[in-house]
Nanobody
Framework: QVQLVESGGGLAQAGGSLRLSCAVS????????MGWFRQAPGKERELAAS????????YYGDSVKGRFTISRDYAKNTLLLQMNSLKPEDTAVYYC????????????WGQGTQVTVSS
């Protein structure tokens, strides 16, 4: 079984920072991209950032570009998201996810971690 477990969520004030982690365990799978998604109440799930696991190339959604940084610890099999200059609009459940090719849907998902940013 593949398991993705997020941690690091919590409460921050506007302008503050949080760092999310995603630990990957279980059976080995072909991991091409990993990403951080987020979903606020009443809103659609959106991709905040993604990374090519092997090459390290990154993508950022317009709403987080310049404020968030996605990275991976290759040796520790861990995905990270550094969140700076937080805004109340960043409040959401954040999900770690992985897919097995350059195109297609993300197949594996974590349980999510809550991020709340006060104004």
């Amino acid at each position: 079984q593949v398991q993705l477990v997020e941690s690091g969520g919590g409460l921050a004030q506007a302008g503050g920072s949080l760092r999310l982690s995603c630990a990957v365990s279980g059976r080995t799978f072909s991991r091409y991209f990993m990403g951080w998604f987020r979903q606020a109440p009443g809103k659609e799930r959106e991709l905040a950032a993604s990374i090519n696991w092997e090459g390290g190339g990154t993508y950022y959604g317009d709403s987080v570009k310049g404020r968030f940084t996605i990275s991976r610890d290759y040796a520790k099999n861990t995905l990270l998201l550094q969140m700076n200059s937080l805004k109340p609009e960043d409040t959401a459940v954040y999900y770690c996810a992985a897919r097995e090719g350059p195109i297609g849907s993300y197949k594996y998902w974590g349980q999510g971690t809550q991020v709340t940013v006060s104004s």
